[in-house]
């Protein structure tokens, strides 16, 4: 373990993790936990979880799921068959459901359509259904009408930018998902500097781990000074 793992509160792991004991909780994303724990008091048994790229959505998803018993599925690879499929398991994710409108005609007409059957059967109380986006889903782009208002009438859970807290910790865990040991000055450095969210947070450690193969050298706070300067000097804003 290091200083780092001992001074923020975080399990690390050495590999990619999408289980509870990995999510890490704080005021930023509190309300959506508590949302997905109370899974069986959902208006109609349905919910939408939105929020920016890489900001948990999958991973508290996930989180749902083994908690839940769930199955999950991408939007855009919906049809008939694979509603009914999903709808008799009894609990569902649907994956980036605001994507639908990237799809060709014929395959987003079929996915639109399996997604309405599925907004259906939850309110009938056949399943519970859970779908993901980057923004509310009154956002949403839909060809079918129906749908469109219907699911602009979703409850809503939203994951919030992370915290000072959550940011360092999630940093620390990138790193460990690396195997790249790094010091709590290098987590404080990138933190105080870097854009608040997740998405930045991964294009600084994925960064700092070529710039650390790439010169043959530990991650030190020098390094990451160097790599958020190279960032900078190529205009990688995020």
Avoid at 34 to 59: E, F, N, Q, Y
Avoid at 120 to 133: D, E, F, H, I, R
Avoid at 220 to 233: G, I, K, P, Y
């Amino acid at each position: 373990m290091t200083a780092a793992s001992r001074q923020l509160p975080l399990a690390l792991e050495h590999r990619p993790a999408l289980g509870r004991s990995a999510f890490l909780v704080s005021p930023s994303n509190a309300a959506a936990v508590a949302a997905m724990d109370g899974w069986r008091d959902w208006p109609d048994r349905r919910m939408a979880l939105v929020g920016p790229a890489r900001s948990g959505k999958t991973h508290l998803a996930h989180v749902w799921m083994q908690e839940a018993g769930a199955e999950c599925v991408a939007a855009a690879t919906l049809d008939d068959a694979t509603a009914a499929r999903l709808a008799a398991h009894g609990r569902v994710v649907v994956e980036d459901a605001d994507r639908l409108d990237s799809l060709e005609p014929g395959l987003r007409r079929d996915a639109e359509r399996a997604l309405f059957h599925l907004w259906n059967l939850a309110a009938s109380g056949v399943c519970w259904l859970l779908v993901t986006g980057r923004e509310a889903p009154g956002r949403w782009s839909f060809a079918t009408p129906d749908l469109s208002s219907r699911l602009s009438a979703l409850p809503v859970v939203r994951l919030a930018p992370p915290d000072d807290t959550l940011l360092s910790s999630v940093l620390v865990k990138l790193f460990a998902d690396r195997q790249l040991q790094v010091g709590p000055d290098v987590i404080q450095y990138l933190a105080r500097r870097i854009e608040r969210s997740f998405a930045a947070a991964g294009h600084a450690v994925e960064a700092l781990d070529r710039l650390s193969l790439a010169r043959k050298r530990p991650v030190t706070r020098v390094l990451a000074a160097d790599a958020l300067a190279q960032a900078a000097a190529a205009g990688e804003t995020e």
